[in-house]
């Protein structure tokens, strides 16, 4: 984990030295497509065309005959208003998005929130961009671990993974979302402070974990840009193999 660790302190050091409030998408959204969103909401708050009045994009954003185009370019104008109307409003749309609206509309959502509450108070408001989001203060991080070799888990094995795993995560106030076991080896996908130390969190439940047989690689991967689909995970392994010689 040496170089995420690595960019991880740094972004804990970058962090430390800024004063205000922070913001971290609760959903999963690309690093591209947030990029995307704010590049548009940019160009429309830099745009010298009068933007429609409140009423009148609300009635937009909920009208089953406007165009998603026309449904990006509303929400938009409603996050960037700083009207307490318009992020209701989009409190409410969020709950129940158009399909293929989802990420625009949690994207639309932050910065309405975000809008608001620089209007509200004196803190700066500051967005912090992953892949995996997060909760509050928290983080949304995916982990991938192998067993030794490949060698498959024993039943005694998962039950120990399951448990240890958790506990350790718990114990550092973080959450964890989902643990996977597989064959020979488990995905976890969990939350946590931007100021917890998740190398030794993590490092601590597999030393506790291999006191009973060595059996989980010190080496794991962590990234909270994305989760890894089955594809992701074989070439990981294979490349686990292929380094180790086996």
Not at 125 to 142: E, N, P, V, Y
Request: hydrophobic share 35%; charged share 30%; aromatic share 12%.
């Amino acid at each position: 984990m040496t170089d995420s660790d690595d960019k991880y302190r740094r972004l804990q050091e970058s962090l430390s030295n800024i004063q205000g409030q922070f913001h971290v998408l609760d959903t999963h959204v690309s690093v591209e497509k947030q990029m995307a969103y704010f590049r548009y909401s940019e160009n429309l708050r830099k745009s010298s065309t009068q933007q429609p009045p409140i009423e009148e994009t609300m009635l937009i954003l909920n009208s089953p005959d406007a165009s998603e185009e026309e449904k990006k370019y509303a929400m938009t104008v409603l996050a960037i208003s700083g009207d307490v109307k318009a992020y209701r409003a989009l409190e409410a749309y969020t709950q129940h998005p158009d399909e293929n609206l989802k990420d625009w509309a949690g994207m639309s959502f932050i910065q309405a929130k975000m809008t608001l509450e620089s209007e509200l108070s004196e803190k700066k408001q500051i967005f912090i961009s992953t892949g995996l989001g997060g909760k509050g203060d928290k983080f949304r991080f995916f982990t991938l671990f192998k067993s030794k070799n490949l060698v498959p888990f024993s039943p005694y094995q998962i039950r120990l993974i399951e448990k240890e795993i958790p506990f350790s995560i718990n114990e550092a106030q973080g959450i964890v979302e989902e643990l996977k076991v597989f064959d020979n080896y488990f995905t976890l996908i969990f939350l946590i402070s931007i100021k917890a130390n998740i190398k030794n969190i993590i490092e601590g439940a597999l030393t506790e974990c291999n006191q009973y047989g060595d059996f989980i690689d010190r080496s794991f991967i962590i990234t909270n840009v994305k989760i890894f689909d089955e594809k992701d995970i074989q070439y990981e392994l294979k490349r686990y193999l292929k380094k180790s010689g086996n």
